[in-house]
């Protein structure tokens, strides 16, 4: 069968985001009113699979996401045949 996987990746909480930082100051200079940003990755993956929850926590596990840094959620969409 062949999936489509939604994962989005995200620093853990209290952990430094530069990228997150930069921007948010920058719409803050345009006027607006940011208390906080952070930017997450966003991963679409289609694929084939018996088990596609197995597939994707590996995934995830295995090069996606930092355990250490990173916390991630994800939804699966079976395509059919």
Known sequence: MK?????????KEGLNDPEGRVIGKALKNL???????????YFEVVFESENPEKDVEEMCRR?????VIHTYEYSI?????
Do not use: Q, T
Request: no cysteine.
């Open 63 to 67: 090069l996606l996401a930092n355990p």
């Open 31 to 41: 006027g607006y009113k940011i208390a906080d940003l952070k930017v997450p990755k």
């Open 77 to 81: 969409e079976n395509l059919g045949e």
């Open 3 to 11: 999936y489509k996987a939604k994962i989005i990746v995200r620093l």
